[in-house]
């Protein structure tokens, strides 16, 4: 079992930036997960933000890039979302996922509200 905390998120104004956080409680295995953040906006479906894999590859949802970085340190078990340049649409909760073959852990969401 991993728990993951998400922390970072709040209220911006459009443009602003925000740096959000997710933290694993079990130190075990921690480097080898593939990370990821998710979005949902109310009334959508929860979709991908941002990846990246245990030797460091990312990916990327075509409506965030060149605006946020998806980054990991695992000496420190945390995953991070730089998001800078951020627009009203940007506006959901955002969910930080683990994976590992069959096993997937998710936070329990942090708010981020772009204002205009």
């Known amino acids: 079992q991993v728990q993951l905390v998400e922390s970072g998120g709040g209220l911006v104004q459009a443009g602003g930036s925000l740096r959000l956080s997710c933290a694993a409680a079990?130190?075990?295995?921690?480097?080898?997960?593939?990370m990821a953040w998710y979005r949902q906006a109310p009334g959508k479906q929860r979709e991908l933000v941002a990846s990246?894999?245990?030797?460091?590859?990312?990916d990327y949802a075509d409506s965030v890039k060149g605006r946020f970085t998806i980054s990991r340190d695992n000496a420190k078990n945390t995953v991070y979302l730089q998001m800078n340049s951020l627009k009203t649409e940007d506006t959901a909760v955002y969910y930080c996922?683990?994976?590992?073959?069959?096993?997937?852990?998710w936070g329990q969401g942090t708010q981020v509200t772009v204002s205009s």
């Open positions: 990246i894999s245990s030797v460091g590859s990312t």
């Open positions: 996922r683990g994976s590992l073959s069959t096993y997937t852990y």
């Open positions: 079990s130190r075990n295995f921690f480097s080898i997960y593939t």
